[in-house]
């Protein structure tokens, strides 16, 4: 008998990874091939595979449910580090050294100031809006906080972006987007431990903690990122790889330093970023091009893979009825209050930047796979309120990926009209002096 239920289990769960990858499959070659149609139509192959999750998943046609063969949170966990470890390098091989140079203030505005003022005004407006208790306020703040590097860079690239926005714009939201990604960490260790422990232990905890992780991911980052850097320029000198396996050095990079920093006690996110951008600083131009075309492919691939598996997982069908108005509201909060009101007066009021160009970056800030992330590696502090965690975060995420892609064209032409700067003639533009 025990024999039969585990042969049925295993055909259940071939039958499952089946499904999944046919759904990926088709999802991939679908939005591949309609990619400018989709874009011209103001919509975003991120939203559209969060929607295709949903339709697929449990709570409509039923046709996949990965979660009934992996736990939710594993699958999510996993998942998405290696988008973000994906997504956090696509990001890196973007900025060249002037990007970081030209952005450098604002940069550190918004992760040094904005970042942790995000994530109070979340565990705020949770506190509000729900009446969480404060350790869990700060948990799902936490969890909340990080900007998605994907969805950012999905929103503001293209040719339509790259018309109308000047790069230093572009570059800032991606820039940050990468970087606060494993620098959210450090918030959700705190606030994890504060669920669980006595606010003292926890201080001592997080100290510990965030210390050794962040220290070891910024360690292995730039040793490996150094290391691959002078491996492909040797390579190229000496022509040592072959045309087909050259461009896939930027996505080795990934995977690799994602693993050896988690192996070693780091944040293997925060280590992919440090070594994609000791990588990108110094590869050669010629280099990078193809690197960055291939990897830049895998990394949608990635993204289509998370937000498919994330939209079969989502609890629809529960947010009404254990949420109700609050929830609603909540989630609202996060998407409006949670980002423009910090952003927008520490950049204007910090740095050179205008009006506009500030509140442009106060609303880019979408959340995505990183908060996905973060909320299925929360389940590890065995909180008692995790699922209601789960059920509020993920209506928040869904919010926030709807409301962004369906006013990022909106937001990008009333960026150019107010400044009235738009290059018709080519790929990048560029205003000088400062932002307006």
Not at 152 to 160: H, N, P, Q, Y
Not at 355 to 372: Q, R
Request: glycine share 10%.
């Amino acid at each position: 008998m025990g024999v039969r239920r585990a042969e049925a289990g295993e055909k259940g769960a071939v039958l499952t990874a089946d499904r999944t990858l046919l759904l990926v499959g088709m999802a991939v070659v679908v939005l591949g091939l309609s990619s400018k149609v989709v874009k011209k139509h103001a919509l975003s192959p991120v939203l559209l595979a969060l929607a295709g999750g949903v339709v697929v998943g449990p709570r409509m046609l039923d046709l996949i449910d990965p979660s009934a063969v992996v736990p939710r949170h594993v699958l999510l966990e996993q998942l998405a580090r290696l988008a973000l470890a994906m997504s956090v390098v696509d990001v890196a091989l973007r900025l060249r050294p002037f990007d970081l140079r030209a952005n450098a203030k604002r940069l550190g505005v918004l992760l040094g100031v904005a970042m942790p003022g995000m994530w109070l005004m979340t565990s705020l407006g949770a506190s509000l809006l729900l009446h969480l208790p404060l350790a869990f306020a700060l948990l799902l703040g936490a969890c909340l906080t990080p900007t998605d590097p994907g969805v950012a860079s999905a929103l503001v690239t293209g040719t339509m972006p790259n018309r109308m926005l000047p790069r230093r714009v572009r570059m800032t939201l991606q820039g940050e987007s990468a970087a606060n990604d494993g620098l959210a960490l450090p918030f959700v260790l705190f606030a994890g431990l504060l669920t669980s422990m006595p606010f003292g232990e926890a201080v001592g905890g997080f100290a510990v903690e965030a210390g050794r992780m962040v220290g070891i991911a910024v360690l292995v980052g730039a040793v490996v990122g150094w290391l691959l850097m002078r491996a492909v320029d040797i390579a190229g000198v000496h022509r040592m790889a072959e045309e087909d396996w050259f461009p896939l050095a930027a996505t080795g990079l990934a995977v690799s330093v994602l693993a050896l920093a988690h192996l070693l006690g780091g944040s293997g996110v925060l280590a992919a970023f440090v070594a994609g951008l000791v990588f990108s600083q110094g590869v050669p131009e010629a280099l990078r091009e193809p690197i960055h075309v291939v990897h830049r492919s895998i990394t949608k691939v990635a993204l289509t893979a998370v937000f498919l598996a994330f939209g079969t997982v989502l609890p629809v069908d529960a947010w009404w009825p254990q949420l109700g108005a609050g929830g609603v509201l909540f989630a609202l909060w996060a998407l409006f209050l949670r980002r423009l009101p910090v952003v927008l007066p520490a950049v204007r009021l910090m740095t050179r930047t205008g009006w506009t160009s500030s509140a442009f970056i106060g609303w880019s800030g979408p959340m995505g796979v990183a908060s996905i992330y973060y909320i299925a590696f929360a389940h590890r502090y065995g909180p008692t309120q995790y699922e209601q965690l789960f059920l509020i975060g993920s209506l928040a995420i869904t919010v926030s990926v709807i409301g962004q892609a369906s006013v990022a064209a909106v937001a990008v032409h009333a960026y150019r009209r107010a400044t009235n700067a738009e290059d018709n003639e080519g790929e990048e533009l560029e205003v000088p002096g400062p932002l307006p």
